[in-house]
């Protein structure tokens, strides 16, 4: 009998022998390997969708150093397309904006810039002293700006973030999280035209001057990585190294970041890595493209009947390579009996992304102009063509 126990015990411990390092192997496989093993925090996300393709810490509060200056662009832009400033503006440095120290473009107090320059000495040489002059020029004073940009932060539903300044020198309670980094980067990638300057490797300013100040952009990738053309990089010492990088091949476009990297050189390399897993791994299924015509909003009582909406930017979604593209479909779904004041940017409805029946992912759609109340007049001829069917 005890042979036979005996026997058992070792046919089961043959069996263990052949099969555990088979089940070990499966395990370690299955555990997704860390591209970003030096940094303190990191997210891959795809900049159409906003889906999250890989993190670690993301939502890990830090020191954000220089790429606070996203939000700074972020604002910029905006102003622009809002019509308060134009690029061609003229803005002059105060006392205060030229004291900045760290990264720099050596401005003069009463010097005078135009917006473009500025931008572009903020995206290119992270310009702390561009940053606060541009912040004084749309908000009247740094203070006034920063609670600007912690509003437009709770807008985008950055909740693990608060500003203290515009430019990410040490301040106490200035922090932010990859997650919200990426958030804000991706809005701002909504404004095409920043890869103007967040992806020129070199430029000048006041090249015509007796002085002119050589730009070399601080993030090397836009050199050195096919299809990088941004994003911000920082450093302070307590942050150590940090990069909001962005880079596009054949209409997929991604956003990474990573926080508190030992050097520029691991940072880099690290962003590389996120970057190839990226194109190796996944690609985009557009849905609309910039400019294609999405519907039309009908406004009861407006100065406008109808508006023709458009794709003010590329809509797709995040797929595996290999992943079937059968049963994606989308829809316009419309806010009802929206009534006029309708303001320009307003929320008037979404396009509703579907795989069979589960939502995949929605964006949102603005009203591309200001629709007024109409007049008695307009109502009545509207009516009046109506009734006789020339409406």
């Not at 803005?91 to 931008?119: D, R």
């Not at 100040?213 to 990585?225: A, D, E, I, M, S």
Request: proline residues 4%; contains cysteine.
């Amino acid at each position: 009998m005890l042979k036979k126990v005996c026997g058992a015990l070792l046919c089961i411990q043959i069996v263990l022998t052949a099969v555990m390092p088979a089940v070990l192997a499966k395990e370690e496989k299955a555990q997704p390997v860390d591209l970003t093993p030096s940094a303190l925090s990191a997210v891959l996300m795809d900049a159409d969708s906003g889906t999250i393709i890989s993190n670690k810490n993301m939502d890990t509060k830090l020191p954000p150093a220089s790429i606070t200056k996203v939000m700074t662009m972020l604002l910029i832009v905006e102003a622009v397309d809002a019509g308060k400033i134009k690029m061609t503006d003229k803005v002059s440095t105060s006392e205060y904006a030229a004291s900045m120290g760290g990264s720099q473009i050596f401005l003069e107090p009463g010097e005078e810039m135009s917006v473009e320059e500025m931008l572009k000495g903020i995206a290119m040489a992270s310009g702390n002293d561009a940053s606060v002059a541009m912040a004084e020029k749309i908000a009247g004073s740094e203070e006034n700006f920063v609670a600007m940009m912690n509003e437009r932060a709770k807008e985008l539903g950055m909740n693990n973030t608060h500003f203290v300044n515009c430019n990410g020198l040490p301040a106490e309670n200035h922090y932010s999280t990859a997650h919200d980094i990426a958030i804000m980067s991706r809005e701002l990638l909504k404004h095409s035209e920043i890869t103007k300057f967040t992806g020129s490797y070199q430029d000048y300013l006041r090249k015509d001057s007796a002085k002119p100040f050589w730009l070399v952009n601080t993030n090397k990738l836009v050199r050195f990585y096919t299809g990088a053309d941004g994003l911000k990089t920082g450093y302070t010492g307590e942050a150590k190294f940090c990069l909001s990088a962005t880079a596009a091949r054949d209409g997929f476009r991604v956003i990474a970041v990573v926080m508190g990297e030992p050097n520029t050189k691991t940072r880099n390399a690290e962003v590389a890595k996120l970057f190839d897993y990226a194109f190796a791994q996944y690609t985009n299924f557009p849905i609309f493209k910039a400019g294609d015509a999405l519907g039309e909003l009908k406004v009861s009582k407006g100065s406008l009947s109808t508006v023709p909406l458009t794709a003010s930017r590329s809509y797709s979604i995040l797929l595996k390579k290999g992943e079937t593209k059968e049963g994606i479909r989308h829809e316009l779904q419309l806010q009802q009996d929206l009534m006029p004041p309708i303001a320009r940017g307003q929320s008037i409805g979404k396009v509703v992304v579907y795989k069979n029946d589960a939502v995949l992912t929605e964006y949102p759609v603005e009203s591309p102009v200001d629709v007024a109340k109409a007049g008695w007049w307009t109502l009545f001829k509207r009516t009046a063509r109506s009734m006789f069917g020339n409406e």
